[in-house]
Every structure is written in structure tokens, then in C-alpha cells.
């Protein structure tokens, strides 16, 4: 996948949990920098890992770094819910899951490509 596509895919992704959040938040300029923070999650994989073979997914391409994103991604979300409700500043909390989600994402569509993802 090139670059556009990912970062139409992450982008795609952290503005539809927006929506579905959108009742909580109160800030309105959050969506636009999350969307920035997401365009830069979503090519960060192909930029710490060049495309410069097509073997060329390794550590930061895997399966392992999937989970753990994922993990990441889950504990982010929940945290933002969390504040949205107890009413605490969620900002932060929100864009540094935006990041985290379209990384997730990213990887999650590199799984769907012949070349698959290894298994480290």
C-alpha cells in the first residue's frame, strides 16, 4: 500500500471513533489535529521501515508490534471515555490514541497485502 492510502485509512479510522464520540467533546479544533497526528501514526511504520525491498517489513511490521499497538491503542480509548465522562481534559489522551490507532491500522492493512506481516 503507498502512503496515501494509509494515511486515508487512519485518518478514515480516528475520525470515525470521533463520531462516535462526538457527544462527549466539547472541543471542536480536536478532530483537526487529530487527524493531523493520525497522518503522521499512519506513515510512521514505512518511514522507520523504508520500502526498499519487498522483504522489507520487520520489527516495526509484525504481528508483535500489532499487539502491542493494539494494546496501546485500547488502554488510550479507554482512558479518553473515562475523562470524557469524569469530565477531565481528554485532548491529549484523544491524539496520542489517534496516533496509536492509525499505527494499529496501518499494520492491519499491510496484514491484508500478499506480503502479509512476519510473525515477530
Known amino acids: 500500500m503507498n502512503s496515501t492510502q494509509h494515511i486515508f485509512i487512519g485518518a478514515a479510522g480516528t475520525y470515525l471513533i470521533y463520531i462516535l464520540l462526538a457527544t462527549l467533546f466539547r472541543d471542536s479544533v480536536l ?12 506513515v510512521l511504520p514505512d518511514n522507520l521501515e523504508p520500502a526498499v525491498h519487498y522483504t522489507h517489513r520487520k ?10 499497538v493494539a494494546a ?7 482512558l479518553t471515555l473515562v475523562s470524557l465522562i469524569m469530565l477531565f481534559e481528554s485532548t491529549l489522551i ?4 489517534a ?20 510473525r515477530a
Open 59 to 68: 520489527k516495526y511490521h509484525s504481528w508483535g508490534t500489532l499487539k502491542y
Open 31 to 42: 478532530i483537526v489535529v487529530a487527524l493531523f497526528v493520525s497522518m503522521f501514526g499512519s
Open 72 to 78: 496501546i491503542s485500547a488502554l488510550l480509548l479507554s
Open 94 to 97: 484523544f491524539c496520542v490514541f
Open 99 to 118: 496516533f496509536f490507532f492509525s499505527y494499529m491500522l496501518h499494520l492491519l492493512a499491510d496484514s491484508t497485502t500478499p506480503m502479509g506481516l512476519p
